[in-house]
């Protein structure tokens, strides 16, 4: 478990034996129903992240966008901890300070993406399509100098949906609503002890 405490814009990720006595924290506060939730959005948090990086989604993993996984988020002001799937990078966008995640998509219909044919397909080609002769190498499309360039739709093609929501967000819900009870009881049972 990974404690994240926020302040504004400004996060702590906090990691190690810190990390460790907060989490005992936490689990001591809430009487056991962080571990419910961590135990329940696992499944989902790892299903989100090899979908996520599947075949026609996300294919250049970088890092810098973190990783997908089971986030304590803890609001020290307010008294709420917030236990959801969630990307391990802090940066944010907007004026709200959207996390720049949550605007990753799927590759539009219309997607195109530059391939390399000889002369005779170039020429063949629709000219709205012809792009001209590469002048260097690129080893990330990948060209060689003096391929010939056409623009054609991505195999990836897809229906431009958000991510988050298809592998986060309604798989979180759907298993947050199994476990109510539980969390309910396990809730209960801790203000039963604080005032009791």
């Not at 404690?3 to 001591?28: E, P, S």
């Not at 890092?63 to 307010?78: C, K, Y």
């Not at 967000?169 to 005032?195: D, S």
């Amino acid at each position: 478990m990974s404690v994240t405490r926020r302040d504004g814009n400004a996060a702590v990720v906090v990691l190690g034996d810190l990390d460790a006595w907060a989490a005992q924290a936490i689990r001591d506060a809430t009487g056991g129903a962080v571990d419910i939730l961590t135990e329940t959005l696992q499944p989902v948090a790892t299903t989100a992240s090899a979908g996520w990086y599947g075949p026609g989604n996300v294919q250049k993993v970088t890092g810098q966008s973190g990783r997908i996984e089971v986030i304590s988020t803890v609001d020290l002001i307010n008294g709420v901890v917030r236990v959801s799937v969630g990307s391990t990078d802090t940066r944010v966008a907007g004026k709200k300070g959207a996390p720049l995640p949550s605007f990753v998509h799927r590759p539009y219909a219309a997607t195109t993406e530059l391939k390399a044919v000889t002369r005779d397909q170039f020429f063949a080609a629709p000219p709205s399509t012809r792009v001209g002769v590469a002048k260097k190498d690129n080893d990330a499309i990948p060209l060689k100098k003096g391929d010939w360039i056409i623009r054609v739709v991505t195999p990836r093609a897809s229906d431009g949906k958000t991510l988050l929501p298809i592998y986060v967000n309604r798989p979180g819900k759907e298993a947050v609503q199994g476990k109510l009870t539980e969390l309910g009881a396990a809730m209960a049972a801790q203000m039963g002890r604080k005032n009791g």
